[in-house]
């Protein structure tokens, strides 16, 4: 049976923390409240208490456990940080803010990431968890309390006392706290990388809110282990498909309706007669390239943990170029239309973003498909743009080239698809992409 402790939330008594730290140090697992939710801690040299951890959680050594330290400069003793991530830890510490980082020879191989050698480290901002921290005098490892098989945190010391009462040694009632994880960056790449949105709003520290098109950060492929893995596996995925199936419709739909609208506009209503300006999305959908290729890029990468960007394709509007009024002029505006729809609809998701954040829904459903909007406008903006024909950009750059110039160049257009599926396998195509995206970013940023 757990040792209940009733502590102050603000002026926590030493004398109750120190009988935490007490039962922490024999080898207890301890509930305590912080900034974000509930968390259950261990010390960070004991095995058998941070294998304790994973079984609570049902967790595989694959998951981040998350270090807790006192202070900015207690991190930089387990791991790597330079100037720039420095500056970033300096503004976000003490908070709701978990950050990946490279992990130093301080951190116990069993409890950093297996094949990246990372951990998750953050300061909280609670005075219990502080007070507890200081009492045990190092750093603690965690993780959020959230029940196996589902995915609300837990916030309320009764309702842990009553499922976990013979699981921990102690549990620290201090009220109620926020029900909503920590947001969580990763500081491992050249730019930070929002993982998860929580408790803590990215803006705040000057980052876009998407999420990275890659749907596996540095991972190498690795088998599936057990049921439960792929069990687990399969839960993300469906939740994935659920947060980017109406982004996704909408993003192809207005991108083709768009080319069939300016080409109606500049003299060729080839895409008109043929019913393709039109906002039905069944009109739009390839069966291949919108619904198979996504998806078993997306079971891909969640069963096997390889890398992979969702990558797709419509069923092209068909434009007779011929029947423009100037038909390589036009060409260049046709091409622009469908980009320029996907950032009109990336800024028009960030004002819901922004809407939605302003009421305090950024823990809903609802939020994480308009961040899923925002991403997946501004990759196709990306992707389309390349000048690569038969692409949006490879028409565009047709459009600008003279003539001998732009005869020369159409001669690619039948080898175009293989040549993006190359740059995509041999990971080039997002460094490709990587400078247009960050432009939409800065716009779309504006409007949040």
Known sequence: MALYLSIHPANPQPRLLKQAAQWLNDGGLVAVPTDSSYAVVARLDDKDAADGLRRLRGLDERHHLTLLCRD???????ARVDNKQYRLLKAATPGPWTFIL???KEVPRRVSHPSRKTIGI??????VMLGLLEQVGAPLLSTTLIPKDETDALNDAEDIRARYDHDLAAIIDA?????SPTTVIDLT?????????????PATLGLALFFSTRLCLGCRPRRPRGSSTIRLAMNDIIQTIAVYAIPVIFAITLHEAAHGYVARMFGDPTAYEAGRVSLNPARHIDPVGTLLVPVVILLASKLLGSPGMLFGWAKPVPVDFGRLRRP???????????????LLMAILWAFSLRLMLESGMQESFWFQMG?????????LMALNLLPILPLDGGRILFSLLPNRLAWQYSKIEPYG?????????TDVLWLLMRPVYEFGTTIVQWFL
């Open 72 to 78: 900015l400069a207690e991190i930089g003793h387990f």
């Open 102 to 104: 490279e992990a130093t």
């Open 122 to 127: 953050r300061v909280p901002d609670h005075a």
């Open 175 to 179: 009220g109620a706290c926020p029900q």
């Open 189 to 201: 790449s050249d730019d930070p990388v929002v993982v998860r949105v929580g408790r803590g709003d």
């Open 328 to 342: 390589k002029r036009d060409m260049l505006w046709v091409a622009l239309a469908g980009p320029a729809a996907n």
């Open 371 to 379: 961040v899923a909007g925002v991403n997946i406008n501004l990759v």
């Open 417 to 425: 698809l293989m040549i993006v599926i190359v740059l995509l396998v």
